[in-house]
């Protein structure tokens, strides 16, 4: 296993911070970590990081930078993952949160509903696999037996 890089390490701080409530102080080694990896688009950690940011912000009340963060975050994760990927939900949510607090709320609507059609898209085709996966293992289709008289 290699070593953690230093943006890692960071980001870990600041996690151990805000799970033992000095939000504050988390945010400040996330910030630290963000300019480490800022240059490196394609780091997963970036998203991680301005995922957390977002959150830290709006639990330290400020709303517009958190918005500016998760706005960041998603657009990230579209450009990954699709516009459609799950792991988008949880990053609109949050933005539907911030939304209503910034008194936006069509947009708030507007993530929310979106969330909401990724999650029931993916129930769906969970669903659809679940059904086919059942189907393979009856390729011969169901049995009948016939009743002797």
């Not at 991680?48 to 330290?60: D, E, H, P, R, S």
């Not at 947009?107 to 679940?130: C, F, H, L, P, W």
Request: aromatic share 4%; proline share 3%; charged share 30%.
């Amino acid at each position: 296993m290699a070593p953690k890089t230093k943006a890692e390490v960071m980001s870990n701080l600041g996690m151990e911070c805000f799970k033992k409530g000095d939000t504050k102080k988390g945010a400040d080694y996330f910030e630290q970590a963000l300019k480490l990896v800022e240059g490196e688009p394609t780091n997963p950690l970036l998203v991680t990081l301005l995922t957390n940011l977002g959150v830290a912000q709006t639990i330290l009340g400020d709303m517009s930078a958190s918005l500016g963060y998760l706005e960041r975050a998603l657009e990230m994760q579209e450009k990954d993952l699709g516009e459609m990927h799950p792991d988008l939900v949880g990053t609109l949510q949050n933005l539907t949160v911030v939304c209503s607090k910034l008194g936006e709320t069509e947009k708030a609507v507007n993530y929310m509903t979106r969330a909401g059609e990724i999650e029931s898209k993916a129930k769906v085709d969970s669903k659809v696999q679940e059904l086919e996966a059942g189907s393979a293992d009856q390729v011969s289709g169901p049995k009948i037996t016939e009743v002797e008289e």
